[in-house]
């Protein structure tokens, strides 16, 4: 028993890598993209099992990320995908980081803060559509001969990012791979080698076979969703977290009665409310108020009132039987019923990864296999 809970079931994160396994080449490598606490769910419950099923290579956010995840004690490659910051770049050789480089300043500021003798793994990173990070396509084979003139840098990767790969019918998709593999042919006649050409997250995964290359990078559907969520019940992906709370507390009130802050919501008869002991302060966002459902004891029920920072109640009518102590699921299966990420983000206008990576750090993670 216990208050709030985020279960993370190992063996769907098992699954799930599985599953991205068999979309790609046997020869292709998994970056398992584990940065903001592998969104949401765990790092530390979740990269060991990543580790157990083969993959050695971790894409992080940032620095800081990267050296949390090498002081946990994990010996393979580290990719930090955000841009090197000045003032954090002495943190990829101290950590043996790789960076993902956009132009000869990022180069030159990173190999300056590389001691002499040391030598940081950089990956060429190429804007083909985001307009984030990178090169221009038309100045990659400058940067690179760059960077190869500085002694602190090692050129191992060439990479970009896509922006519509979830889109299975967006053309703007394949222009970025065809910029893609137009420069990285420019950057082969050029002689340059690369041990990762990456640029396919899960989107590529799935719905672009053409972009896999010998290294894809996937977050969302390592965690149990596909990208585009009419793909996601033939997936075979699992999800990995759900979200468990408990009753609290069980009042009956008549008909007429306010429930929450704002009182955006009245009883329509006699009827119990329940408390569950989750609110907005668990990530539970206050724009799911009136939007959202919970299965308690095999049943659907709605959550009713403004959602406090702490605390939602729910209308379980007046014949649910259920008693403070019932475990009440927000995210995840009970009987016929489930409740996924995606119905929480279609009823908040957001994704999943926003809803799993909001989920807030008060919340336990327990491992479940
Ligand atoms: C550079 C980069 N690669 C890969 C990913 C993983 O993307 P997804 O979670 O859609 O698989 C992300 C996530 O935003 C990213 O920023």
Same mark, same amino acid.
């Given at each position: 028993?216990?208050?709030?809970?985020?279960?993370?079931?190992?063996? !769907?994160?098992?699954?799930?890598?599985?599953? @991205?396994?068999?979309?790609?080449?046997?020869? +292709?490598? @998994?970056m398992g993209v584990v940065k903001a606490n592998c969104y949401g769910h765990s790092t530390r419950l979740c990269v060991p099992v990543l580790r157990d099923e083969g993959l050695d290579l971790f894409g992080v956010a940032n620095v800081e990320e990267g /050296?949390? $995840?090498?002081?946990?004690?994990?010996? %393979? +490659?580290?990719?930090?995908?955000?841009?090197? $910051?000045? %003032?954090?770049?002495? !943190?990829? %050789?101290? &950590?043996?980081?790789?960076?993902?480089?956009?132009?000869?300043?990022?180069? !030159?500021? $990173?190999?300056?803060?590389? *001691?002499? %003798?040391?030598?940081?793994?950089? &990956? $060429?990173?190429?804007?083909?559509?985001?307009?984030?990070?990178?090169?221009h396509p038309d100045d990659a084979v400058e940067v690179l001969r760059f960077m190869r003139e500085l002694p602190q840098l090692s050129i191992v990767g060439f990479a970009s990012h896509f922006a519509t790969s979830d889109e299975p019918e967006n053309p703007f998709t394949l222009q970025q791979l065809a910029i893609f593999d137009a420069t990285l042919r420019r950057a082969t006649d050029a002689g340059f080698r690369f041990r990762d050409v990456h640029l396919a997250n899960s989107g590529g995964i799935f719905n672009v076979p053409d972009s896999h290359h010998s290294v894809v990078r996937p977050g969302l559907s390592l965690y149990g969703y596909h990208p585009t969520e009419s793909r996601q019940a033939s997936s075979g992906l699992v999800?990995?977290?759900?979200?468990?709370?408990?009753?609290?507390?069980?009042? /009956?009130? *008549?008909?007429?009665?306010s429930v929450s802050y704002g009182r955006r919501y009245f009883t329509r008869q006699e009827t119990e409310i329940a408390t569950l002991p989750i609110g907005y302060g668990d990530g539970l966002m206050r724009t799911l108020t009136n939007k959202l459902n919970v299965l308690i004891a095999g049943s659907r029920f709605p959550v009713v009132g403004t959602i406090c920072m702490d605390e939602v109640m729910v209308d379980l009518g007046l014949d649910s039987g259920v008693h403070p102590g019932e475990k009440a699921v927000l995210i995840g299966a009970i009987g016929n019923h489930q409740i996924d990420a995606y119905q929480l983000a279609n009823a908040a206008g957001t994704i999943p990864y926003e809803i799993c990576t909001n989920i807030s750090a008060r919340v336990p993670r327990i491992a479940a296999d």
């Open positions: 028993m216990g208050g709030t809970q985020a279960i993370i079931d190992r063996n !769907a994160l098992r699954n799930n890598v599985r599953c @991205i396994r068999r979309t790609i080449p046997p020869a +292709t490598r @998994i /050296r949390q $995840l090498r002081q946990s004690g994990v010996e %393979g +490659t580290i990719v930090v995908l955000g841009p090197p $910051l000045p %003032g954090m770049m002495e !943190a990829y %050789g101290q &950590h043996r980081l790789e960076a993902l480089v956009s132009n000869a300043r990022m180069a !030159a500021q $990173l190999a300056e803060a590389t *001691p002499i %003798g040391a030598s940081v793994n950089v &990956h $060429l990173f190429v804007d083909t559509g985001m307009a984030r990070n990178g090169s999800p990995v977290m759900n979200l468990h709370t408990h009753v609290a507390n069980v009042t /009956r009130f *008549p008909a007429g009665v």
